[in-house]
Each structure stands twice: as structure tokens, then as C-alpha cells.
């Protein structure tokens, strides 16, 4: 069935990948999206922010687990530190996200471990494992360099999203 799914998505791409729709991308997608990030610090809190359409994560270092019967486009970040690498774990997704503009997707059961490693002054391992018993038969894990923007006036600039339009209904 999630095959079949698959190959549906894939098939209605550009008109039904959710981030054509400008929503959310979701996690991890929004880790590898072309668009830059930035990470904000605090003693109880991570942030990072997308310049794709205002798109913002927040880990909670508090680690109370996550909410109860919520379901978010972002999941529901919880984190805390071993040495220097940031461990992530996020549940408690709304089903309506891709993983990627191929039509990989992903049920409400998804939970995600990250692992934000610093490799150096100016590159993170980012390591992903996805589990989801409802669509995958085992966890799978990707992993990518993120790599620090070095030219002084980088920034997040404002990015609006444009909903993708069939020229016959515009």
C-alpha cells in the first residue's frame, strides 16, 4: 500500500507535494531543502530558522517528552546534548508532509532522531533516522554535511511562497 502511495504522489507531484502548496516541509526535509538556516542557542532551547516561507523548529532542552494526543507539521522537537553533538528527538507529526519531492512519505507514527554533530568550525554531520511502522519495515537513517555560510553579510532573507497555479484556473 505505501508503494502504491509512492507512486501516486510521484505522479501528482506538482500539484499535490505539500510544499508547492507552500506548507511546512517537515523533518527532515527541511534539512536538506535548498534554502539557508540558522541556529539560535539557548541554555533551555534550540532554534532553527528556514528561510523557506517563515519555516521556524524549536527543540526543547527541557525534556518532558512530548505532548499528548498533538500532532505538528514540525513534530514536537525534544533534545538535550551528549558531548558536543545535539540529539533530537521528534515525534508526534500530522501525517500531511513529504519527505521529499518524490513523493516519499510518511504516517502520523513517524518519529525522527537527529543527530547535529560539529565536525569543525564550520561544518555539522547531520545524521536522520526515521521510523515509522506504518509505512516503512524499518528505520532508515540519512545523513548529510551542513555547512556554515562564511561571507560576513550572509542572512536570512524573507522568502514568500507562492502556491503553484494552473495557468488555466489563474
Same mark, same amino acid.
Given at each position: 500500500?505505501?508503494?502504491?502511495?509512492?507512486?501516486?504522489?510521484?505522479?501528482?507531484?506538482?500539484?499535490? #507535494?505539500?510544499?508547492?502548496?507552500?506548507?511546512?516541509?517537515?523533518?527532515?526535509?527541511?534539512?536538506?531543502?535548498?534554502? *539557508?538556516?540558522?541556529?539560535?542557542?539557548? *541554555?533551555?532551547?534550540?532554534?532553527?530558522?528556514?528561510?523557506?516561507?517563515?519555516?521556524?523548529?524549536?527543540?526543547?532542552?527541557?525534556?518532558?517528552?512530548?505532548?499528548?494526543?498533538?500532532?505538528?507539521?514540525?513534530?514536537?522537537?525534544?533534545?538535550?546534548?551528549?558531548?558536543?553533538?545535539?540529539?533530537?528527538?521528534?515525534?508526534?507529526?500530522?501525517?500531511?508532509?513529504?519527505? #521529499?519531492?518524490?513523493?516519499?512519505?510518511?504516517?502520523?507514527?513517524?518519529?525522527?532522531?537527529?543527530?547535529?554533530?560539529?565536525?569543525?568550525?564550520?561544518?555539522?554531520?547531520?545524521?536522520?533516522?526515521?521510523? #515509522?511502522?506504518?509505512?516503512?519495515?524499518? *528505520?532508515?537513517?540519512?545523513?548529510?554535511?551542513?555547512?556554515?555560510?562564511?561571507?560576513?553579510?550572509?542572512?536570512?532573507?524573507?522568502?514568500?511562497?507562492?502556491?503553484?497555479?494552473?495557468?488555466?484556473?489563474?
Amino acid at each position: 500500500e505505501a508503494l502504491a502511495q509512492r507512486e501516486q504522489n510521484f505522479k501528482n507531484r506538482f500539484t499535490a #507535494d505539500p510544499v508547492n502548496k507552500c506548507f511546512s516541509p517537515g523533518v527532515p526535509r527541511l534539512m536538506y531543502m535548498p534554502y *539557508p538556516i540558522e541556529f539560535f542557542a539557548s *541554555p533551555t532551547q534550540v532554534s532553527i530558522v528556514s528561510e523557506f516561507a517563515h519555516t521556524s523548529r524549536h527543540v526543547h532542552l527541557n525534556n518532558k517528552g512530548h505532548y499528548e494526543e498533538a500532532e505538528f507539521w514540525m513534530g514536537d522537537a525534544r533534545g538535550r546534548w551528549e558531548g558536543n553533538t545535539l540529539v533530537v528527538d521528534t515525534g508526534n507529526f500530522n501525517a500531511e508532509t513529504w519527505l #521529499d519531492m518524490s513523493g516519499n512519505f510518511h504516517s502520523a507514527q513517524l518519529n525522527v532522531v537527529e543527530r547535529f554533530t560539529r565536525t569543525s568550525d564550520d561544518t555539522i554531520r547531520y545524521d536522520a533516522t526515521l521510523t #515509522d511502522p506504518e509505512v516503512y519495515t524499518r *528505520p532508515w537513517t540519512i545523513r548529510m554535511t551542513l555547512y556554515r555560510d562564511r561571507d560576513p553579510g550572509a542572512q536570512i532573507f524573507e522568502y514568500e511562497c507562492h502556491a503553484y497555479l494552473d495557468d488555466d484556473k489563474a
